[in-house]
């Protein structure tokens, strides 16, 4: 069945610098990802879907990358400021149906 | 806010006791889900609910029961619950669960702590 990994270790950015976050998925690949953010104590909050046929995406600072041959997506986030602090999910349909499976998160953490 | 408002925000409750998680959502959307979360682990799926039908139970234990009596409402009735069972319970809606790119949207959650 289809796995989601992504860095379970924080990571330390410097305010300023790219924030870069990996998602890496085992099996087939799916028609499109999307990514969350979620803040303690809230539920995810939706930021980017990008889908089989697209490398990248972009919303302000963030930009998304979909490698289908790597099995991997990445998140950036430039100029990253500490209100970019949060926990990012990826999530993908499953093979069956459109029904979402998660990451873990990876917990990004900007330091002033 | 995101639309999506969930209530209580904090639960504690004993293993006999039987209580109820509401969801509401103000979106319009056809379809709703439960979701639970633990600490450091995925979202788990538990139910989908679209147009007011169920069309997913995940293999949830029956100590989990849904109820969804209309599009914008969703329910979680808990009853005998183990301490495993303790962790965040997220509701989320989206337009349908057809399109293949639809959105979920989350309400802020129902920490649960099952004593």
């Known amino acids: 069945s289809q796995k989601i990994e992504q860095n379970s270790e924080a990571l330390n950015i410097q305010e300023g610098k790219t924030a870069t976050l990996t998602c890496n998925y085992t099996n087939y690949s799916p028609a499109y990802l999307q990514w969350y953010r979620q803040d303690p104590g809230r539920g995810p909050v939706f930021l980017l879907l990008?889908?089989?046929n697209e490398k990248e995406k972009r919303k302000e600072r963030l930009k998304v990358t979909f490698d289908t041959t790597l099995k991997q997506s990445l998140f950036h986030i430039t100029a990253s400021q500490p209100a970019d602090s949060a926990t990012y999910l990826c999530?993908?349909?499953?093979?069956?149906?459109?029904?979402?499976?998660w990451g873990a998160g990876t917990k990004l953490i900007i330091k002033p | 806010e995101t639309g999506v408002t969930q209530t209580p925000r904090h639960l504690v409750m004993g293993m006999t006791n039987k209580k109820s998680l509401k969801c509401e959502q103000h979106l319009g959307h056809n379809a709703m889900y439960w979701y639970k979360q633990s600490a450091k682990k995925p979202l788990e799926l538990m139910f989908v609910?679209?147009?007011?039908?169920?069309?997913e139970n995940n293999s949830v234990p029956s100590r989990f029961s849904p109820e969804c009596p209309n599009s914008s409402h969703l329910f979680l009735h808990l009853h005998t619950l183990q301490p495993e069972d303790s962790a965040l319970y997220l509701c989320?809606?989206?337009?349908?669960?057809?399109?293949?790119?639809?959105?979920?949207?989350f309400g802020p959650g129902t920490r649960l702590t099952v004593l």
């Open positions: 989320a809606s989206s337009p349908s669960t057809s399109g293949e790119s639809d959105t979920q949207y």
């Open positions: 999530a993908l349909p499953r093979d069956s149906n459109y029904q979402l499976i």
């Open positions: 990008i889908r089989e």
């Open positions: 609910y679209n147009f007011k039908e169920q069309t």
